[in-house]
């Protein structure tokens, strides 16, 4: 694994060998990466944030509640978090003090949320009794830990990972509708990386687990940097062991490397090869870690409004990070410091178009099912089934739709990315050549050459979309993504958008 991670580095062929290899043994991947130079982590890491081998999305996930706030403050905070196109971190035991104080249950605020935001909505501090509850001095924590900086198993107070479970007990009947209500669920990984004090016990997360895989949510698992090695060897093994889709890598005062930043880019860049869902994301890490951990190929960065903890937990540094730290805007500016002039973090006219391609593939057709070696889309494309945005949409043309109104032997399809390799996979039942269209060569290659294995159709890359479109009896524009869409339709007017 060493010589083909090495070479995975500069080499296409050997990245592309890497994704495809149906497992992964979680040592050999981190002694491989261990021995690689900071340089050449963070280039493993953005090659394997590229279509198809990895989600390339750059994007935050908003932490909206705290306990102490006020019902209207909560839902306002959601709305706007929805109207920039942030996923929603929910942390169930600050939806469940809020509820209490306003005569409710947990889960009658989390519905209210639900029927007012079109974003996925992501489900944390969930345990065997449903939503945690957890007593003032850790509900309302002023974030200590990552206020005084490296290096802690635990809480620096002494705490315990303590629990009011009374009042958890009383409210657990509803534990499935709240993961009926979610679009994903994390658990905790941490307290078999020595850190006990500082999550539930491992069987609370196989029961959630089971939970979610029951309700076909999306799992992310959170685990530490911890010391950098058999800790993180132990947090990669049973995230794959309890089924994650998405890796999650808390730094912070949790990273206790030598070289923190170093330990931490190592630590994403192996979450890029051992993520099954292909998502690498972080819900606390110091400025400096998130910044090397998206030129590593981070996915995403769980941040916060004012009074919750993912508003310090995530872009700032050690003496700064506490309590009341409005960190989305911070983290929104970080990112385009990182990446200037992409248009990112995504926003929601993104998710939309995302979302209308996960609903016109439909939910048998994506994540975890693979057309030839890779699945359709990734751990994004299955939570978005379980959001208001998905059931909102309404399609112009079904997938059936598409594929009866292509007529002819021969058909050019303007755009390669996932959701062509549906439309593909669909035609090869009419058709015998099937022409690959994309401006992207790597995309464009990657596609002809993984349908070509798996169609009977013969697959054919274009030179450009004027050229497929004469070739071709008919064209489809095989992207949801508006301004592509637009782009190929001045090019080739006669085409079929599928939006």
């Known amino acids: 694994m060493y010589d083909l991670i090495k ?282 870690e998130v910044r090397i951990g998206l030129r590593t190929g981070l996915n995403m960065v769980i941040t916060g409004f004012p009074k919750n903890h993912h508003g310090y937990m995530c872009g700032y540094e050690p003496g700064t990070a506490r309590r009341g730290k409005f960190g989305l805007p911070r983290i929104i500016q970080i990112i385009n410091e990182e990446f200037p002039n992409r248009g990112l973090p995504v926003q929601k006219h993104d998710l939309l178009a995302l979302a209308t391609a996960v609903k016109i593939a439909g939910p048998d057709y994506i994540y975890p099912r693979k057309i030839g070696s890779y699945a359709i889309g990734d751990a994004h494309w299955a939570t978005l089934v379980s959001s208001n945005m998905y059931k909102n949409i309404e399609l112009k043309h079904t997938l059936d739709d598409i594929v009866n109104l292509a007529q002819g032997n021969t058909i050019a399809l303007h755009g390669g990315r996932f959701i062509s390799w549906v439309i593909a996979n669909e035609l090869d039942k009419n058709v015998d050549e099937i022409i690959i269209a994309d401006t992207d060569p790597w995309v464009q290659s990657i596609t002809v050459n993984n349908l070509q294995d798996e169609l009977n159709a013969t697959i054919i890359p274009a030179k450009d979309d004027v050229s497929a479109s004469k070739e071709a009896d008919f064209s489809i524009v095989s992207s949801t993504m508006i301004p592509i869409k637009n782009n190929i339709l001045k090019k080739v007017p006669n085409a079929l958008p599928i939006v």
């Open 7 to 288: 070479e995975a580095v500069h080499d296409d062929d050997a990245a592309i060998e890497i994704s495809k290899m149906e497992s992964k043994d979680v040592s050999s991947v981190v002694d491989a990466i261990s021995e690689l130079s900071l340089e050449d982590t963070m280039k493993l890491g953005m090659q394997f944030k590229r279509f198809p081998l990895g989600c390339d999305l750059t994007e935050v996930v908003a932490g909206t509640c705290a306990s102490d706030l006020e019902l209207m403050d909560l839902l306002g905070n959601c709305r706007l978090a929805d109207m920039i196109g942030a996923p929603i971190h929910i942390c169930a035991y600050a939806f469940s003090d809020i509820a209490e104080k306003f005569g409710m249950r947990g889960v009658e605020v989390m519905q209210m949320v639900h029927d007012v935001v079109d974003v996925p909505l992501d489900l944390d501090h969930f345990g065997e009794n449903g939503a945690m509850r957890l007593p003032k001095n850790i509900s309302g924590c002023g974030g200590e830990c990552y206020n005084k900086g490296p290096a802690f198993t635990e809480c620096p107070r002494g705490r315990i990972h303590e629990r009011l479970i009374d009042k958890e007990l009383e409210q657990k009947s509803d534990k499935d509708e709240w993961v009926e209500l979610s679009s994903s669920v994390a658990v905790n990984v941490t307290s078999e990386q020595t850190g006990d004090g500082h999550a539930a016990p491992l069987r609370e997360a196989l029961d959630i687990a089971n939970l979610a895989k029951k309700y076909g949510k999306g799992l992310e698992s959170i685990m530490f940097v911890g010391d950098g090695y058999d800790e993180v060897i132990t947090g990669f093994e049973k995230s794959i062991e309890i089924g994650a889709d998405v890796i999650v890598v808390e730094g912070g005062p949790f990273n206790r490397c030598e070289n923190t930043t170093e330990a931490f880019a190592k630590t994403i860049a192996a979450a890029r090869i051992l993520s099954p869902g292909k998502v690498v994301a972080t819900n606390g890490a110091y400025e400096n």
